[in-house]
């Protein structure tokens, strides 16, 4: 039940993202430019991979957009923040396979997680790539699944990389970069295992790392008006997480992300100003 307390409105989604729809649809109730259209566009499962966006996108509906803004929350900087870029995130897939056997093998035989293991020790060993704005990228194993029978020497492991990726970085040019690394340590000897490796599957396409250029019009004219909105200059900043946003940057649209000042977002006592 939305509960209005002083200047905040407390309930679950209120701050994200109920606000910004509602930001969105006062903005345009009085709009009167007519040398200016605008296009309110509302989708779905935007934490999860974008399909919501991903149909949007595939049906041309956004082929005369020339800026957007997204109202998410500005979390730590309130309405006077405006969200220049995100970080990327790829998922790969890591098959480690060697022969198995009986245990009675296990002195001469390869064991799948001792493999694995020094697979692991491949990828933390894969140097970030730096971005003056973005920050480092990251890789990281999320999940490790192998299981074998009773009296079997494993033969098989499963690994989940997840990626943090920063300009000029693609989930093309990590995947390579995972490939070759591990290919290297194949040929001197270090890894005897087959090692296979390919991005998770997925109905869309992963969202790419992007920034916009501070020196574009589009920039210049919504953050005016917020500046002159709110008698402050408004705070450029950047985001380590993923959203909608990827997906419309990755068309060569500048996209900004203004949102509500508030609090507790997916938490209790969610609020909104």
């Not at 082929?63 to 995100?86: C, H, L, N, S």
């Not at 699944?145 to 009296?151: L, R, V």
Request: aromatic share 8%; hydrophobic share 40%.
């Amino acid at each position: 039940v939305l509960t209005e307390k002083g200047d905040k409105l407390y309930g679950l989604g209120a701050w994200d993202m109920k606000a910004g729809v509602a930001a969105v649809l006062s903005s345009v109730k009085n709009f009167t430019n007519k040398n200016r259209s605008i296009k309110m566009a509302f989708v779905v499962d935007e934490e999860n991979v974008s399909l919501g966006m991903h149909t949007l996108i595939k049906s041309g509906w956004l082929k005369d957009v020339v800026g957007a803004i997204v109202p998410e929350p500005g979390f730590t900087y309130g309405m006077k923040g405006i969200a220049m870029g995100r970080i990327g995130r790829p998922v790969f897939t890591i098959l480690v396979k060697t022969k198995g056997g009986h245990v009675y093998l296990a002195k001469d035989r390869v064991n799948a997680i001792e493999e694995a293991s020094k697979v692991l020790e491949i990828l933390r060993e894969i140097k970030p790539v730096s971005h003056r704005d973005l920050g480092s990228s990251f890789l990281f194993p999320r999940a490790i699944i192998s299981k074998a029978q009773s009296m079997e020497i494993p033969d098989k492991v499963e690994i989940e990389a997840e990626g943090q990726t920063v300009p000029p970085q693609t989930t093309e040019s990590v995947y390579k970069e995972i490939e070759n690394a591990i290919a290297r340590e194949r040929k001197n000897g270090k890894i005897s295992a087959e090692v296979f490796v390919e991005p998770i599957s997925r109905p869309t396409p992963f969202c790419e790392p992007y920034v916009i250029d501070r020196k574009s019009s589009f920039v210049k004219i919504v953050s005016g008006i917020l500046e002159n909105t709110l008698k402050e200059k408004p705070v450029f900043y950047y985001r380590r997480s993923v959203g909608d946003e990827n997906r419309v940057a990755q068309l060569g649209i500048p996209v900004l992300t203004i949102g509500p000042a508030g609090g507790n977002a997916h938490e209790a006592n969610e609020w909104v100003s």
